[in-house]
């Protein structure tokens, strides 16, 4: 006998997928090129945001207590990270991530967790000092107001006086070249983005809702963010 499938199981299979396409780009080939595409060409020719000062906002906000969600293949813990960690956690809902960051960052002995940002993470976990999200938000479906959904679910995670830091693509704002607008159009077509609608006011406010200092820089297409 056929299923019965309501609005509501369509509804929820439309956004499984929606989360699904927007981290299985990340296979263990396409992690082998992602710090060239991503940081070593994309950022400096599209987005026009140089990784140097992504690796800054690290090395400025990075404590030995920390936590990193949508980890990638982890170069900014590499590269910012000299002064090492008492803990290191990293989140990421796709395995292909945690495996390839763990072995990248051996040395800290991260503690690995696959979970989705989406939804609240349990068990939680004790109090973190400084929490970095880059470049998860854009990759996340629906308006600024439903990915810092994200937010609300790491907040649990951080101690008093700790800081969430960042980056993400905005799809909106300023004058993207040619470069990123012909990204634009491929990834969000594949759903491995999904900013057509982000932009840095949208960021701003719900950062300002949710923490009492919220700092915002743009370069290129970037928003680079920290809260407190
Ligand atoms: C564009 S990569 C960024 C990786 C890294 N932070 C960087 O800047 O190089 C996005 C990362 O977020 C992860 N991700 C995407 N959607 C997620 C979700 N719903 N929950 C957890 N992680 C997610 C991906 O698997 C991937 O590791």
Redesign the pocket.
Known sequence: MAEDFTPRDNEASDAAEA?AR??AV?TPLALTV??LV??GLSNRFAWECPTSR?IGLYEANLSANHL?????????LDRAGKAGFDRLVL????R???TR?ARRLARFRPTLRE?????PITPSMAPFDSV?????L???PGSMGEKLK?VDYLRPAMGEGAVLF??TILGRGGTPNRAARTLFDIYNAKG?FDNREDDAEALSEGLKQRFETVEIDREGCVALFRAK
């Open positions: 989360v927007g981290h990340y992602y710090d991503v940081h992504l990193e969600a949508g980890v990638g293949t982890g170069l900014f989140l990421d809902i796709n292909n991530c945690l960051a979970v989705n940002l989406l939804e970095g999200l880059t470049y998860v854009h990759c996340l994200v960042g980056a491995v």
